[in-house]
Nanobody, 122 residues
Framework: QVQLEESGGGLVQAGASLRLSCAAS????????MGWFRQAPGKEREFVGV????????YYADSVKGRFIISRDNIKNTGYLEMNSLKPEDTAVYYC???????????????RGQGTQVTVSS
């Protein structure tokens, strides 16, 4: 079992930056890839990006590429989602998730956090 807890969400203005953290506990954090997803009101959950177990491979959705940066610290058992140049359309609940392999499908991640709200005002 892996428990995940996101933090760092909040209300910011367009153009600002925000960094989300995902603290993991339980089994060895470095054994899992970490995916980030988001869900805006009235929309389906959307893939944001994923980082491999070692951190060597990172993939992003086109909608955030060049603005968001995913990283991890396997010593601290924490993953990060740095969000820059935020837009109102980035407003959503952001979730981190963990799986042995890399996936872009939320349903394939057995371990998921509860989410943290990010609101970007115009």
């Amino acid at each position: 079992q892996v428990q995940l807890e996101e933090s760092g969400g909040g209300l910011v203005q367009a153009g600002a930056s925000l960094r989300l953290s995902c603290a993991a506990s339980g089994r060895t954090f470095s054994s899992y890839s970490m995916g980030w997803f988001r869900q805006a009101p009235g929309k389906e959950r959307e893939f944001v990006g994923v980082i491999s177990r070692s951190g060597e491979n990172i993939y992003y959705a086109d909608s955030v590429k060049g603005r968001f940066i995913i990283s991890r610290d396997n010593i601290k058992n924490t993953g990060y989602l740095e969000m820059n140049s935020l837009k109102p359309e980035d407003t959503a609940v952001y979730y981190c998730s963990a799986a042995v392999e890399i996936y872009s499908d939320w349903l394939l991640y057995p371990y998921r956090g509860q989410g943290t709200q990010v609101t970007v005002s115009s």
